[in-house]
Nanobody
Framework: QVQLVESGGGLVQAGGSLSLSCAAS????????MGWFRQAPGKEREFVAA????????NYADSVKGRFSIRRDNAKNTLYLQMNSLKPEDTAVYYC????????????????????WGQGTQVTVSS
């Protein structure tokens, strides 16, 4: 049974930083592609960042490129999202996700590509 548990959200001022964690059980983060998504009130869930299994290839949405960084800690079986230079428009519930099937270098930006989701963690950026 795959479980993903996000943590690290909170309230931060614009320009600040937050680090989100996604602890995985029943799934080896180094083997499967994983991703971060976010959903603001009244909006669709949108892609933020992804990392492949194996090689750890990364991919970012244009809106967060240069500010956010996705990484994984294989020993802790945990996925992270480091968010710097936060903006009010980054306010959303952030979700981590993983998919079935090994991918050595592929990253996936469509929510339908993922099979398992965490419960989400709220990030609020004040202006």
């Amino acid at each position: 049974q795959v479980q993903l548990v996000e943590s690290g959200g909170g309230l931060v001022q614009a320009g600040g930083s937050l680090s989100l964690s996604c602890a995985a059980s029943g799934r080896t983060v180094s083997y499967y592609a994983m991703g971060w998504f976010r959903q603001a009130p009244g909006k669709e869930r949108e892609f933020v960042a992804a990392i492949s299994g194996g090689a750890g290839t990364t991919n970012y949405a244009d809106s967060v490129k240069g500010r956010f960084s996705i990484r994984r800690d294989n020993a802790k079986n945990t996925l992270y999202l480091q968010m710097n230079s936060l903006k009010p428009e980054d306010t959303a519930v952030y979700y981590c996700a993983t998919r079935n099937g090994y991918s050595s270098s592929g990253t996936y930006s469509a929510p339908v590509s993922y099979s398992y989701w965490g419960q989400g963690t709220q990030v609020t950026v004040s202006s």
